[in-house]
């Protein structure tokens, strides 16, 4: 792209193109030539999305990020993991959450531009797509006093919501979301009746002010039973629960959808995007790095 010949090419694609995304380091573009506001001037409909670490008016916006260090620059990483120590959410999702923001972004373009007629600049930063997300507990910080501590896999505000293990060593979550269920689990799931009269565990405050007697209350009534035992009784009593799986528990769930895509020659199961009822996702073919690039190329070169 530094020669002049390349940049004779882009520059004519985006004179038509309709959307253009870019993720390259702030001042990437300039470098190499280019100017944003330009293109926009030049092709009035276009709609641009630029992807960076940093917004464009923050002090960060040229330095470089990527998806962990953002989960530890966010504060996401202080809530995430044991109560030993912090730890990162185990997909890129500072990543993905950056993608989906651009992707609303771009469409909700789209759709200005229908009545208006003209495209937009859009700019999307990897930490105000994280920080989006932490809205609940940046909230809690800010105005409630406290942020929410590491508990692993329990609820920081509602007891009992966390996890508790069979007498076949399965482990598995239970959450309990008002003082109805409450009762039910106290009386019908555990047989317990004394738990839910315990002045101690009365409403879910103190539940929660009480949380390391109330699990050990629970686990040792749990322990002698099976996990079909106890998913059939939160069953019956409407209570949510939800086994704690591995990865091939992923992908041997019942409630799995896959759509069939072409990678190469091999056509590779892929989980189904939500949204897409309706549409017939079976061979569609995933393109190879490149593989369009001549195609498009050969339209200002013929």
């Known amino acids: 792209m530094e020669d002049e010949k390349g940049k004779a090419s882009l520059e004519s694609l985006v004179d038509s193109t309709d959307i253009l995304v870019q993720n390259l380091k702030p001042g990437a573009l300039a470098k190499l030539g280019f100017d944003l506001d330009d293109w926009h001037r030049t092709n009035p409909r276009l709609i641009s999305c630029s992807i960076s670490g940093f917004a464009p008016d923050g002090p960060g916006f040229s330095r470089k990020a990527y998806d962990l260090l953002i989960q530890a620059e966010s504060g996401l990483a202080s809530i995430t993991g044991s109560p030993e120590e912090p730890g990162r959410v185990g997909v890129s999702v500072v990543d993905i959450a950056s993608g989906m923001f651009a992707y609303q972004g771009i469409l909700e373009a789209v759709i200005r531009r229908f009545s208006s007629g003209f495209g937009e600049k859009l700019d999307i930063s990897l930490f105000d797509s994280i920080a989006e997300l932490l809205t609940v507990p940046y909230l809690l910080d800010r105005y409630g006093g406290a942020a929410p501590k590491r508990i692993g896999l329990a609820h920081p505000g509602i007891a009992p919501y966390g996890v508790f293990h069979c007498k076949d060593s399965k482990k598995f979550l239970i959450g309990v979301q008002n003082e109805r269920e409450w009762q ?60 704690v799986n591995d990865l091939s528990g992923l992908r041997d769930h019942p409630d799995l959808h896959l759509a069939q895509v072409l990678i190469g020659e091999d056509v590779v199961d892929l989980p189904r995007v939500p949204g897409s009822v309706g549409t017939d996702q079976r061979d569609q073919e995933v393109p190879y790095l490149g593989q369009h690039t001549r195609e498009i190329l050969d339209r200002f070169h013929s």
């Open 184 to 243: 039910k689990l106290a009386t019908v799931v555990l047989d317990m009746p004394e738990l839910g009269e315990d002045a101690r565990f009365m409403s879910n405050e103190l539940r929660v002010s009480n949380r390391d007697a109330l699990d050990h209350k629970i686990q040792d009534k749990f322990k002698v039973l099976s996990f079909v035992e106890i998913s059939r009784a939160l069953d019956e009593a409407d209570i949510a629960f939800a086994p």
